[in-house]
């Protein structure tokens, strides 16, 4: 990925975690091709940690591929609500 796509890419996953607090959400979940290091790489940079992996999960371009999640927990909300 280029330089000003990679940034593209950094700013609009800052703004959607920014606006999942604005929203008082608790957690973020990410599901990613397990095979796309760039993605990882910078979900890891933005505090996300891998929280396990399905094998097999789909098939595509003539191969099977894992599915990976990466969460991210968000500030909690000062008075979460039940329910």
Known sequence: MGTSAARASRALL???????????YHLMVAGI??????SIALHE???F????????????FGRWLDL????LKLRTPIAPVDG
């Open 14 to 24: 800052r703004r959607l975690i920014a606006v999942a607090e604005e929203q008082d």
């Open 33 to 38: 091709d397990a095979a796309n290091a760039p």
């Open 45 to 47: 940079r933005l505090g």
């Open 49 to 60: 940690v891998h929280a396990g992996t399905i094998h097999h999960a789909g098939f595509k």
């Open 68 to 71: 990976a999640f990466y969460e």
